[in-house]
């Protein structure tokens, strides 16, 4: 079975430059988390979604990030405008949401850098 | 405060020896915890769980949780240079299986 699979995988864009991450969960999970990684924060939760619905999008760090899921198998997360302080690995997880395992299947990371 | 701590580390020890990582949270009402394994430059991935009080054994990994001090620990035995990563506490926080993580522990084993 294909896993989380995200798009892309490296990012390089100049200040002000609009970014898109993308997502394909594994089929039959309906839950989808993005979470953004860096040294000095570590794996912080921006946004999750249920059956393609945002649920709680509380760590989303600004309106200058978004995020949408217009079907079970794809999901976007976007930011217009990028700055430096955006630069992070960027991963999205899904997992089946009808039992509370706490298995989170991981996608390989999008490392985005914003010059 | 954060809502799970852990230290930074790096934590280094030989091979053969016991890794003993920790983490603390904040939420008294929380049930469930896990640890998450994640090697350099790969995405992090499930290695042990723990819902009740006391300790739950698999292999060479022990998860210990004391809910009175929000405490949850992981023991490594016999560790191996293959160990070496960073481990991630996180606590389970609502329904949807929504994870709260720590910002890890890096392991270094060393021959």
């Known amino acids: 079975d294909a896993g989380v699979i995200q798009s892309p995988r490296h990012e390089v864009t100049e200040m002000g430059q609009e970014v898109t991450l993308r997502c394909k969960p594994i089929?039959?999970?309906?839950?989808l988390f993005w979470y953004r990684q860096t040294m000095m924060r570590g794996l912080e939760l921006l946004i999750y979604f249920n059956n393609n619905v945002p649920i709680d999008d509380s760590g989303m760090p600004e309106d200058r990030f978004s995020a949408k899921m217009p079907n079970a198998s794809f999901s976007t997360l976007k930011i217009q405008p990028s700055e430096p302080r955006d630069s992070a690995v960027y991963f999205c997880a899904s997992t089946p949401s009808d039992t509370n395992t706490g298995e989170l299947f991981f996608g390989e990371g999008s490392r985005l850098t914003v010059l | 405060q954060k809502e799970v701590e852990q230290n930074s580390g790096p934590l280094s020890v030989p091979e053969g020896a016991i890794a003993s990582l920790n983490c603390t949270y904040s939420?008294?009402?929380?049930?469930?915890f896990f640890w998450y394994r994640q090697y350099s430059g790969k995405s992090p991935e499930l290695i042990m769980f723990i819902y009740s009080n006391g300790d739950k054994e698999d292999g060479r990994f022990t998860a210990q949780l004391n809910k009175a001090s929000q405490y949850v620990s992981l023991l490594i035995r016999d560790s191996q240079p293959s160990d070496s990563a960073t481990y991630l506490c996180a606590v389970l926080s609502g329904g949807y299986n929504k994870l709260i993580f720590g910002a890890g522990t890096r392991l270094a084993v060393h021959p």
């Open positions: 939420d008294r009402g929380s049930q469930s």
């Open positions: 089929s039959g999970h309906n839950s």
